[in-house]
């Protein structure tokens, strides 16, 4: 499911680059990448999902929820065929000797 949401995210190469080396990136390349909307400090984690959660809470339900559901359906099938390619690289991965 990683290299699905990566590669959607950042492209091909840049997936391939990341999940092959096993490189970690610091939070504010992710987020100059657009992995991440925002860095907070450790200690600013808990107040600021608390606002962004409110800020969410805010929303008109129901535009909410079909904005959700409409964003949902232009990933699902290629995520759903990314859970069976997933499935069978684990079961391959659990039986190999290797």
């Known amino acids: 499911m990683g290299p699905w949401l990566i590669r959607e995210m950042l492209g091909a190469r840049l997936a391939t ?4 080396s096993g490189r970690m990136m610091p939070g504010e390349e992710c987020q100059r990448l657009g992995l991440f909307n925002r860095v907070v400090a450790p200690e600013e984690v808990v107040p600021e999902a608390l606002r962004l959660a409110e800020e969410l809470a805010a929303q008109p339900d129901l535009a909410f929820r079909l904005t959700k559901a409409r964003l949902r359906a232009l990933s699902e099938p290629g995520f759903q065929e990314s859970l069976v390619l ?3 690289m684990l079961r391959e991965s659990l039986t190999a000797r290797d």
Do not use: N, V
């Open 86 to 88: 997933w499935a069978d």
């Open 17 to 20: 680059d990341l999940c092959l």
